[in-house]
């Protein structure tokens, strides 16, 4: 079956850069009809949409993160991986990839989740 | 953006009893809402998309409703493992957005 694994450093300090990366089994990234999508939830519990990619190479941020994310696909590892520049705490949170289907249109896959703290 | 306004925030139910969790959406999605499941610990868990429709392999006793701006899930004879978080999530337009979550305590 399909499954998403994410993986990267549990600790960044702040002003760096947050890198993940979501390894896909089951599936390949670069079939059609879904998206590949990098979601994150705060210690509250809110759940906050960065942004997705298409098998074309397209994508969509959250204009609210638009400015400092950064998704795109690594064909060659059947990896998705996520760049968050300059970042603070309010970025602490736990970070999901997750599959977007074009049928059901809903996150119909997820990954476990990986938590990222940012402190000096 | 969409703001999506789940009640209750939390509620309290028993075995047997039948649950609805309403979401409330800033301004019309047709009916592009889904809902999910979360354990915690665990990731969110699809149960219905398209405001209706039941995810394969969701129990039937979970059904959703709505189109527009407001929406439903119930849960009819609640079971134990019922206990969880769900949130609503529109899909309608970017950036999607969540529901703040209702926590459902058995």
């Known amino acids: 079956q399909v499954q998403l694994q994410e993986s990267g450093p549990g600790l960044v300090k702040p002003s760096q850069t947050l890198s993940l990366t979501c390894t896909v089994s089951?599936?390949?990234?670069?079939?059609?009809?879904?998206?590949w999508n990098w979601i994150r939830q705060t210690a509250g519990k809110e759940l906050e949409w960065i942004g997705r990619?298409?098998?074309?190479?397209?994508?969509n941020y959250n204009p609210s993160l638009k400015s400092r994310v950064t998704i795109s696909p690594d064909a060659s590892k059947n990896q998705v991986s996520l760049k968050l520049t300059s970042v603070s705490a309010a970025d602490t949170a736990v970070y999901y990839c997750?599959?977007?289907?074009?049928?059901?249109?809903?996150?119909?896959?997820w990954g476990q989740g990986t938590m990222v703290t940012v402190s000096s | 953006d969409i703001q999506m306004t789940q009640s209750p925030s939390s509620v309290s139910a028993s075995v047997g009893d039948k649950v609805t969790i309403t979401c409330r959406a800033s301004?019309?999605?047709?009916?592009?809402l889904v809902w999910y499941q979360q354990k915690p610990g665990k990731a969110p868990k699809l149960l219905i998309y398209?405001?209706?429709i039941l995810q394969s392999g969701v129990p039937s006793r979970f059904s959703g409703s709505g189109s527009g701006t407001d929406f439903t899930l119930t849960i009819s004879s609640l079971q134990a493992d019922d206990s969880a978080t769900y949130y609503c999530?529109?899909?309608?337009?970017?950036?999607?957005?969540f529901g703040q979550g209702t926590k459902l305590e058995i």
């Open positions: 997750a599959r977007l289907s074009v049928v059901e249109y809903a996150f119909d896959i």
């Open positions: 398209t405001s209706s």
């Open positions: 990619i298409y098998t074309t190479g397209t994508t």
């Open positions: 999530q529109q899909g309608d337009s970017f950036p999607y957005t």
């Open positions: 301004r019309a999605i047709d009916r592009w």
């Open positions: 089951g599936a390949s990234i670069t079939s059609g009809n879904y998206y």
